[in-house]
Each structure stands twice: as C-alpha cells, then as structure tokens.
C-alpha cells in the first residue's frame, strides 16, 4: 500500500480497517486475508504489538479453516 510506503501509517490503517470491513460485507475470504496481513504491517511498524499479536491471531485462525 502506498500510504504504508510512505510512513502515513494512519493513513493506512484508516483504508485496511475499510478494507477489512468492505472483505466481511461481500465475504470474500481472499481480501479479508490481505485486509489482515496489512493491517499487520500498520500495527507493527506502528509499534502496536497488543493489536499486532490480536491480527496474527485472527490470521492463523482464518489460515486454519
């Protein structure tokens, strides 16, 4: 993501978060899996762990089904 590139890291958790919720409105599995690893990206180089280790969760739940 762009916004990532550019360090506007508020930015870019502002459009995984609409992401991730336009991935869960349409169900579509393959967006929500990106959703989340981006926002993973945000988090971290945010430095916010306790939602980084919330995300990898979701993910290694999702990656299960």
Known sequence: MIYLDQKNY?????YALKSNAISIK???QNLY???LSLL???YREK???KKLKNIFLKLMIFKKR
């Not at 508020?10 to 502002?14: C, F, R, V």
Request: glycine share 12%; net charge negative; no cysteine.
């Open 10 to 14: 508020d930015l870019a958790l502002q």
């Open 26 to 28: 349409i169900n579509d």
């Open 33 to 35: 899996s990106n959703s």
């Open 40 to 42: 993973g990206e945000v």
């Open 47 to 49: 430095g916010n762990y």
